[in-house]
């Protein structure tokens, strides 16, 4: 304590549990199931592929927080308060539910060596980043859009409009970790060609790859911010801010030695 109770003469420590505080244990558990199948190189082709079915679930993500862009290991706000930790279990920016793999190569001669990759993942689930309500928790809502509190329409979908003035302003609603919007599937095929010199004086290869062949545009990451940090939506909620890498080639000249 900062001061000396009523009563007592001495300044002293009082213990509390993270439970009389209002606090749920940080919980995240990662299940998953993979199967695969390889045909090794002989020669003249190869084909590996994997299918990985996953489920992460919790109330952490980690050390980091991706979710508020928080990176600093161990430094988020996940625990601050007892309010930010309402809705926040779910499914975390983690969370891919189908990974597929599919990759190969072909030598149609002993001097040129074709190869291909392609991968698809599910999309990544999205809540709603907002301040929590004061009649909630009063000093979580001091964060400002850091809980998962959000204005929500009577269809349940989140507001994204101004309140007009004289507008009969509802409390905010719980919005938990994953249950609001989901990004795209990020496909991709990348193929590679490598060449080897033709020199009797050192022993090259010359390779050139094409990544994002078809030029997929999926997006990877949207605004989760559904409030500004006085608890009024926000008109940007679940626009994108990140995009699939585009199309790009690049050419490469390797010598052995």
Known sequence: M???????????????????????????????????????????????????????????EGGVRSDNGQTDS??????????????????????????????????????????????????????????VPDAVDAFAGVYGAAGFYCNVNTDGSIRTTPFAAGE???????????????????????????????SDLFSGTFRIDVFNVFNEKAVLDVRELGTQANGAPRVDFGTPVSYQAPRYIRFQLGFDF
């Open 2 to 60: 900062s001061d000396v109770l009523p009563g007592e003469t001495t300044i002293r420590t009082i213990d509390f549990t993270g439970e009389q505080l209002g606090y749920p244990k940080a919980r995240r558990t990662y299940k998953a199931v993979t199967v695969t199948f390889d045909r090794d190189f002989d020669g003249v082709w190869s084909l590996n592929g994997s299918y990985t079915y996953s489920k992460n679930k919790g109330n952490t």
């Open 74 to 131: 161990s430094l988020t706000t996940a625990f601050d308060q007892p309010g930010l930790t309402n809705g926040a279990y779910g499914y975390p920016p983690t969370d891919n539910r189908h990974k597929f793999k599919l990759y190969g190569s072909y030598a149609p001669t002993n001097w040129l060596t074709l190869g291909a990759n392609f991968s698809a993942q599910s999309p990544r689930r999205f809540g709603c980043l907002g301040r």
């Open 168 to 198: 009969a302003v509802p409390e905010r609603q719980l919005t938990p970790r994953g249950s609001v919007i989901k990004s795209d599937w990020q496909t991709t095929t990348n193929i590679t060609a490598a060449i080897k010199v033709p």
